[in-house]
């Protein structure tokens, strides 16, 4: 008997058919990793299965018995629960608040909350989450991966047996990530059933006994994890097959183009020198919270900085804004795309010319041809697919929205490219044409400076490799030297001081 | 290379083009984006029908003229609101150039031409202040402009002892009731700030920044554009626009009240959301505006020559406010469900 059965889920929008007799199955006490592409279908899935959407067609099943999930509340009677990427916490309010959210126990007739016995069940929840934390603590000063485990108590405390986790470890750092690894594998043998929706195949290799990969709204393939490999299991998303995922290709290097000394940037920064070279691709690795976006900001001249100085080109750079930065050829691609990086709601053709407005116009008057130029340029150089230049960007998947990001900031015809996360909640294929671009600007003698919290892409795009950790460069290391072990190694050790050794 | 949806890699299968919309959806996709026109029409065909003065022409230059404060203001706000700001000291923007102005010609004995560019510095003045408090100082908008609002009444009531000022010469009371080859002079000064304003917002740069700004500010920032400075100049240009109307105010009434335009910024963000602008920042054009002003205008009117109470009047109004903003909310739900 199935934990939960999901029959010929058929689900379309007008003209667009998001689901096609999807099935799905999850026994309890297994976690089943769900994979494809952005448009494949997985978060249509998810929220017919929460209840905010009704299927065409099919069923769904609980424990063999049919049940129409007609409203979320329904869903989460059910013992449905779903983590969204976008967590659902009440920063204001503390730990057991969020807890009850929704479901306060009250006492009495004339129904007051109940503080005390909310406190003493958070504290029972708290022990099965294995965290140390006081239940009357504001939410909104835990970190986003502490928020998402009391996301997680709080499903657990609505008696949830099938628990869907969309993209879990973005906002988490890898000790927070170990942290959530142990608590799946103790939700499991509780009995719960997982589903596990991820980009990042290491995890589903981690830890899904099973993985289902959607396509176009189709199921293409649900085999145990041990039957997959990284590449059939990309193949099977993007229905391609992919020789080498990270395009690396070696190249001559310059003279030093963009040198840092002894930067001090408030609060976490104290000490970064370091220097980058025509052509290069420096990757730049370090703990959440070392200080790395931070770093690409205070060049950029979105943020200040209080010591040290900076040079660019062989003449010292002083920017306090990024339009400054921007003149000098200097651009940034920010981490969050959504909040700093995109006008959602405008064209892609005006996202496009924000950072150029001043060189497509005449006197102060915007020349229209060129904006549609240059806009045209952009989606073709980077291959954005959106049917209208005027579409709202809003509209466009994760990818496509980062390769606007890429297309405003190359339209500026930059020779420094900042890269801070350029591949986050980007699908594979997409993934795959943005290293594409990176690798071309290198070897048209960009410098670039990649931040990426993905090792892999890191260690497989950079030519070096410079570790923050404690506010300093602790390591400098070759494409060569540069392995998994030794990174994380210097990004979490303590006292290391400046060019450490790793201990083998 | 073109693209298009055959020869592209589709990352979202839901950028297809939803033609397949029900009835009732169709309806409120087409209501939400002419809300303020559909709006405009109806009004018109109700009132002509009820009343055979409405389409006289003497009566739409009365609708025009009373209108021009409003629209004139409406300008400044609508650059305001774009960027996702607001602007509450519009009134009493208009009332303090107005005293001011003719206090310093009536009183102290300036020319004509000295008294009205006191008016245009006092509205610039205030939009300065209004727009240092809230980049330099980073007060919120509603607060910062709540409390110029009442500033400047109060320096208006202060400066005037609460008295109303006479005796204003041609040379200063023309720009509100001269005219000029037949047509209103606060006429001829609303379509020209409107045209000018047009294609400052829809076609410079500073119009696009704008946008951005409204669109998404720390963006905005991020992609180089100096936000401080423009969202500064947004509220100089909406103090001096609110200048330049109350002089026309006061050219008008040929006397400056101390109590005049009191709740005027409420008839001018109705205008400018009705016209189509968000007060979330990066929607809305001076064309909306222009028709939100009018419908404001004709609503008014024809309600006055149909004798309704004017207590009624401003029920109605905001029924119709409210029910423009709901269409247009409906449509923005949709798009976004649509995504």
Sequence with gaps: ?504 | MAVTPENSDLGSVSLKVNKAQTLPQQIINFASRFTVQIALLLLVIAFSLLSDRFLQIENWSNIIQQSSIIAVSAIGATFVIITAGIDLSVGSVVALSGILSAGVIVNSGFPAWAGLLVGLLVGLLVGLFNGLSITRLGLSAFIATLATLAMARGLTLAYSNGQTIFGLPTGYTFLGSGDLFGISFPVIITALMFIIGHIVLSRTVFGHQVYAIGGNREAARLAGINVRRIELLVYLLAGGLSGLAGLILTGRLTAALPSSATGLELDVIASVVIGGASLFGGRGSLIGTLFGVLTIGVLRNGLNLLNVSPFWVQFVQGAVIFLAVLIDALGQRQRRANA
């Design chain 1, 1 to 504: 008997m199935a934990l939960l059965s999901m029959k010929g889920i058929s689900k379309a929008f007008g003209a667009n058919r998001a689901l096609s007799e999807v099935n799905l199955e999850l026994q309890a006490g297994e976690v089943l990793g769900l994979v494809g592409e952005n448009g494949a279908g997985k978060s249509t899935l998810i929220k017919t299965l929460a209840g905010a959407y009704q299927p065409d067609n099919g069923s769904i099943e609980i424990d063999d018995k049919p049940i129409e999930v007609r409203s979320p509340a329904i869903g989460i009677a059910a013992g449905i629960a779903i983590i969204y990427q976008e967590l659902t916490m009440v920063p204001e309010l503390s730990v057991a608040e969020n807890f009850f959210l929704g479901q306060v126990i009250t006492k009495g007739p004339l129904k007051l909350v109940d503080r005390a016995a909310m406190n003493r069940r958070a504290v029972e929840l708290l022990k099965t989450l294995d965290l140390k934390i006081d239940p009357r603590l504001r939410v909104g000063n835990l970190t986003p991966g502490y928020q998402q485990m009391i996301e997680i108590g709080r499903a657990i405390n609505r008696k949830a047996r099938i628990l869907v986790m969309d993209e879990p470890t973005s906002s988490l750092s890898e000790h927070e990530v170990g942290l959530l690894y142990q608590l799946i594998r103790k939700l499991k043998a509780q009995g719960l059933g997982i589903i596990y929706i991820s980009h990042h195949l290491e995890e589903i290799f981690e830890v899904c006994d099973r993985v289902m990969v959607l396509r176009d709204g189709q199921t293409i393939a649900v085999r145990p994890t041990p039957q997959w490999t990284s590449y059939s299991l990309v193949e099977a998303m993007v229905n391609r097959t992919i020789d080498q995922f990270y395009p690396y290709r070696p190249r001559n290097l310059g003279e030093v183009t963009l040198a840092v000394n002894k930067l001090e940037v408030a609060p976490r920064l104290t000490e970064v020198s370091f220097e980058a070279h025509r052509g290069e691709i420096l990757g730049i690795a370090g703990v959440v919270g070392s200080g790395r976006s931070e770093l690409l900001k205070a060049i950029f001249g979105a943020v200040p900085y209080q010591k040290g100085n900076l040079s660019w080109l062989g003449k010292p750079l002083k920017v306090r804004q990024p339009s400054q930065a921007i003149e000098q050829g200097i651009v940034l691609v920010p981490e969050d795309r959504k909040n700093e990086g995109l006008m959602l709601d405008a064209s892609l053709e005006s996202n496009i010319v924000t950072s150029v407005l001043d060189r497509i116009a005449v006197s102060g008057l915007v020349n229209f041809q060129r904006k549609r130029e240059l806009s045209r340029q952009g989606i073709a150089q980077f291959n954005i697919a959106a049917w209208s230049a005027q579409m709202p960007v809003r509209n466009l998947s994760g990818g496509n929205q980062q390769k606007v990001v890429f297309a405003r900031t190359s339209a500026s015809k930059p020779k420094l490219y900042l890269l801070d996360e350029p591949t986050r909640g980007v699908d594979v294929g997409a993934k795959v044409e943005v290293y594409n671009q990176i690798m071309n600007f290198a070897e048209q003698g960009c410098t670039i400076i990649l931040v990426s919290s993905e090792l892999p892409e890191l260690l497989g795009l950079a030519d070096r490799v410079l570790v923050l950790n404690e506010g300093r460069v602790v390591g400098d290391l070759s494409r060569a030297e540069a392995t998994h072990e030794l990174v994380l190694h210097l990004s979490t050790a303590e006292n290391l001081g400046t060019g450490a050794q790793a201990k083998k």
